[in-house]
């Protein structure tokens, strides 16, 4: 069971945008600690999409945007691309475990 | 470039030991904080632990799930985080990430990965 709770799974059509969810409570993401956004392709590491819950790491696609408000965050994916397809969590800190902490991963399908 | 590169995975017994090393390199090492992180086949990611750089302290923290079988340490001067893993069950099976923490001070979120190192418990 993961500290934050993300959607197993989305999809979309290519075009279309996309948004993955990330709720936690008042002890990470209620408290006032940022969302970070990783992307995942099957076999390879993780890469930093988002951080701060807003920002973009230099060479990631403005299609690629975050939003965060009260215990809840927002992927958005726009102009959905098939090589979009991946596995995307979340992350925060969570000052009541004392760890960094992760949703469960949303797999997005591109249509 | 930042670059990092576990090594050190393998197969190993029930109650065994293991000791993972990450090479870094394309930045300060020493001003940097970092952390290992682990995905088990299938499934989420996992904060394992945290070193702290020499000027907030050089401390370490580690998750509960960790927490007395694990030990982090750190050489700057060779530009090395290492991860000795003591009484490994098999739900220490994992791939084993080494990632920094912000390369341009601390940060609360992993902003480089290395490849990864597959760590297999099985008797």
């Known amino acids: 069971q993961s500290v934050l709770t993300q959607p197993p799974s989305v999809s979309g059509a290519p075009g279309q945008r996309v948004t993955i969810s990330c709720t936690g409570n008042s002890s990470n993401i209620g408290g006032g600690y940022a969302v970070h956004w990783y992307q995942q392709f099957p076999g390879t590491a993780p890469k930093l999409l988002i951080f701060e819950s807003t920002d973009r790491p230099s060479g990631v696609p403005d299609r690629f945007s975050g939003s965060k408000s009260g215990i809840s965050a927002s992927l958005a994916i726009t102009g959905l691309q098939a090589a979009d397809e991946a596995e995307y969590y979340c992350?925060?800190?969570?000052?009541?475990?004392?760890?960094?902490?992760f949703g469960g991963g949303t797999e997005l399908t591109v249509l | 470039d930042v670059q990092l590169v576990e090594s050190g995975g393998g197969l190993v017994n029930p109650g065994g030991s293991l000791r993972l090393s990450c090479a870094a390199s394309g930045f300060t090492f020493k001003n940097a904080w970092m952390s290992w992180l682990r995905q088990a086949p299938g499934k989420g990611l996992e904060w394992i632990g945290r070193s702290k750089r020499k000027a907030d302290g050089g401390t370490t923290d580690y998750s509960a799930h960790v927490k007395g079988r694990f030990t982090l340490s750190r050489d700057d001067s060779i530009n090395s985080l290492y991860l000795e893993m003591n009484s490994l069950n098999t739900e220490d099976t994992a791939v084993y990430y080494c990632c920094t923490m912000g390369v341009v001070g601390p940060k609360y979120y992993f902003d480089y990965w290395g490849q990864g190192t597959l760590v297999a418990v099985s008797s």
């Open positions: 992350q925060s800190f969570d000052s009541s475990l004392i760890r960094w902490v």
